[in-house]
T-cell receptor
């Protein structure tokens, strides 16, 4: 049973617009969430994270929002740039337990 | 089922000892990666391999060694030279061309005692 779900396998956004990537989770014990970015033939790289005590974390063009009641988080990229075209993975962890549970990823395509 | 397997899940090592973490994949992926995760931090790349018999250092390779004798296997050795080896280690694999999927193992928690 998938505990972290990214229901959109792909997303196409025009350059300069906002990209919104969504992630849902089912395990209420998760208290730390991360986003990873991956280019083809490269390993995933850490992008941004958020603790469950917050509902928003911002880093430059990237903002992650967490809605604990809905068990939903989203990554906003504003403005979207061509270099943002990549696969984005949502991951979750819980205090006291090792490991990250990953979603399957969303392929973001930024169109000129 | 296709996937990537790390073993063991928990590993204890005495100071001064080398220890090897296993990572196996049956996805026919060319590329494999080792990451380290510390509390409150994202993944940091230790080593990666794009093809059999070839591998490259990542951001924090000191104190680690790898081998890639088979496509399916990419073991990581934590040597006694690694000053702070207690961490969570994650292995990943991906296709080498336009395949954008990445698969992750479940991780190994290494504790130095």
């Amino acid at each position: 049973d998938q505990q972290v779900k990214q229901n959109s396998p792909s997303l196409s956004v025009q350059e300069g617009r906002i990209s919104i990537l969504n992630c849902d989770y089912t395990n209420s014990m998760f208290d730390y969430f991360l986003w990873y970015k991956k280019y083809p033939a490269e390993g995933p790289t850490f992008l941004i994270s958020i603790s469950s005590i917050k509902d928003k974390n911002e880093d430059g063009r990237f903002t992650v929002f967490l809605n604990k009641s809905a068990k939903h988080l989203s990554l906003h990229i504003v403005p979207s740039q061509p270099g943002d075209s990549a696969v984005y993975f949502c991951a979750a962890s819980m205090r006291g337990a090792d490991g990250l549970t990953f979603g399957k990823g969303t392929h973001l395509i930024i169109q000129p | 089922d296709g996937g990537i397997t790390q073993s063991p899940k928990y590993l204890f090592r005495k100071e001064g000892q080398n220890v090897t973490l296993s990572c196996e994949q049956n996805l026919n992926h060319d590329a494999m990666y080792w990451y380290r995760q510390d509390p409150g931090q994202g993944l940091r790349l230790i080593y990666y391999s794009q093809i059999v018999n070839d591998f490259q250092k990542g951001d924090i390779a000191e104190g680690y060694s790898v081998s890639r004798e088979k496509k399916e296997s990419f073991p990581l050795t934590v040597t006694s030279a690694q000053k702070n080896p207690t961490a969570f280690y994650l292995c990943a694999s991906s296709g080498s061309t336009t395949n954008t999927e990445a698969f992750f193992g479940q991780g190994t928690r290494l504790t130095v005692v």
